[in-house]
T-cell receptor, first 113, second 112 residues
Framework: NAGVTQTPKFQVLKTGQSMTLQCAQD?????MSWYRQDPGMGLRLIHY???????DQGEVPNGYNVSRSTTEDFPLRLLSAAPSQTSVYFC????????????FGPGTRLTVL | GDSVTQMEGPVTLSEEAFLTINCTYT??????LFWYVQYPGEGLQLLLK???ADDKGSNKGFEATYRKETTSFHLEKGSVQVSDSAVYFC???????????WGAGTKLIIKP
């Protein structure tokens, strides 16, 4: 069972470059979220989706875009990378609500030079 | 505002030692409480949860009791193993439609 998959696992970007982090889940979950994890801090919610075609901002949305064209996929786009976006990014899905059990992908470690 | 405070790590123990990782929360009302674990190189996974006061969540030998009076949800295990080495996150949500509020995580190192 694949669960939540993320690609790539590692990425290095230069300041100003753009890229898309991919996330897919095969559990037919309606809720999907993107988090960033920084040293000494808890996970912070970037964007989330409550179903195909519906997205909303989380705690730290600036510099990121998302879309949800299908139930399975929830890509995260960095529009113009900045060193402050160096972080580990996790995608998660949930069968019911944001506050329910989250199923996480393995993460993408992003470094912006 | 709403927040979670976890004991700072790393916490280093010998195999078979007793483990406690403290977690307290600040919130208005009575949230649902969670412990997630992140093994090296992996994403987070739910370890246990409790949804109302005095509930005890348990899994894989770990336990945590929802203490409304002290707004705490401390994680305990009677005898840790090397395989328990991981980062442990405490989290809560006030309402199932709201996002989770996360602690900073506590790294646990178990030495053989």
């Amino acid at each position: 069972n694949a669960g939540v998959t993320q690609t790539p696992k590692f990425q290095v970007l230069k300041t100003g470059q753009s890229m898309t982090l991919q996330c897919a889940q095969d559990m037919n979950h309606e809720y999907m979220s993107w988090y960033r994890q920084d040293p000494g801090m808890g996970l912070r919610l970037i964007h989330y989706s409550v179903g195909a075609g519906i997205t909303d901002q989380g705690e730290v949305p600036n510099g990121y875009n998302v879309s949800r064209s299908t139930t399975e996929d929830f890509p995260l786009r960095l529009l113009s990378a900045a060193p402050s976006q160096t972080s580990v990014y996790f995608c998660a899905s949930s069968p019911t609500t944001l506050g329910d059990t989250q199923y996480f992908g393995p993460g993408t470690r992003l470094t912006v030079l | 505002g709403d927040s979670v405070t976890q004991m700072e790590g790393p916490v280093t123990l010998s195999e078979e030692a007793f483990l406690t990782i403290n977690c307290t929360y600040t919130a208005t009302g009575y949230p649902s409480l969670f412990w997630y674990v992140q093994y090296p190189g992996e994403g987070l996974q739910l370890l246990l949860k409790a949804t109302k006061a005095d509930d005890k969540g348990s899994n894989k030998g770990f336990e945590a009791t929802y203490r409304k009076e002290t707004t705490s949800f401390h994680l305990e295990k009677g005898s840790v193993q090397v395989s328990d080495s991981a980062v442990y996150f405490c989290a809560f949500c006030m309402d199932s439609n709201y996002q989770l509020i996360w602690g900073a995580g506590t790294k646990l190192i178990i030495k053989p």
